[in-house]
């Protein structure tokens, strides 16, 4: 049973720190997908990236977040430095095409002091 | 403008009873798609259903089905014999562009479905 994984699954950091969130896509599933969800905005994309090479990113805050896939097999969001605004639960998911669904991996729920 | 409108935030159905979750859409492409997902207390995101808009039967898996009605823009969940498992937030969400490549979900703010034994 193919899923997406993501570590970790909780974060409790303070303000100012660094955090690096990961996400192993399914097996051949060529597109990965960043999104945060929030009581007040819901669910929003961040950025997503097919074949590895980021398609857009411009959901995301471009002076302290980062995306990125250095393998198929691996992509990371990183936030530097982390603020309490940014405390939500973050996930990610893959694809393989635009008629094709998405399957989530469980989150990581991250908290900001 | 919403691309994706849920009207319902909560409801209550009691147990065995059929359950339509409303969902209407924005859009002036020609080729989307349309998806449900179900997000129980646990926080996963789970795949319910797609339906294309292309496709000319609603689509259908299990107890959960699509009523597509494309001039009124409307995609709405049925869920067949409610459980007590069913319980969950459900999100419609929404594929556009698809001819030029598009991937992006958008979601609607979803709705918190409580079952009733």
């Known amino acids: 049973d193919a899923r997406v994984t993501q570590t970790p699954r909780d974060k409790v950091t303070e303000m100012g720190q660094e955090v690096t969130m990961r996400c192993q896509p399914i097996l051949g599933h060529n597109t990965v997908f960043w999104y945060r969800q929030t009581m007040m905005q819901g669910l929003e994309l961040l950025a997503y990236f097919r074949n590895r090479a980021p398609l857009d990113d411009s959901g995301m805050p471009k002076d302290r977040f980062s995306a990125e896939m250095p393998d198929a097999t691996l992509a990371t969001l990183k936030i530097q430095p982390s603020e309490p605004r940014d405390s939500a639960v973050y996930f990610c998911a893959s694809g393989s095409g635009v008629r094709e669904t998405q399957y989530f991996g469980p989150g990581t729920r991250l908290l900001v002091l | 403008a919403q691309k994706i409108t849920q009207t319902q935030p909560g409801m209550f159905v009691q147990e065995k009873e059929a359950v339509t979750l409303d969902c209407t859409y924005d859009?002036?492409?020609?080729?989307?798609?349309l998806f449900w997902y179900k997000q129980p207390s646990s926080g996963e995101m789970i795949f319910l259903i797609y339906?294309?808009?292309?496709?000319?039967q609603n689509a259908t898996e299990g107890r959960y089905s699509l009523n597509f009605q494309k001039a009124r823009k409307s995609a709405n969940l049925v869920i067949s014999a409610s459980q007590l498992g069913d319980s969950a937030m459900y999100f419609c969400?929404?594929?556009?562009?698809?001819?030029?490549?598009?991937?992006?979900?958008?979601f609607g703010t979803g709705t918190r479905l409580t079952i009733i034994p």
């Open positions: 339906q294309g808009s292309y496709d000319e």
């Open positions: 859009t002036s492409d020609q080729s989307y798609g």
């Open positions: 969400a929404m594929r556009e562009g698809i001819n030029f490549g598009n991937e992006k979900l958008t």
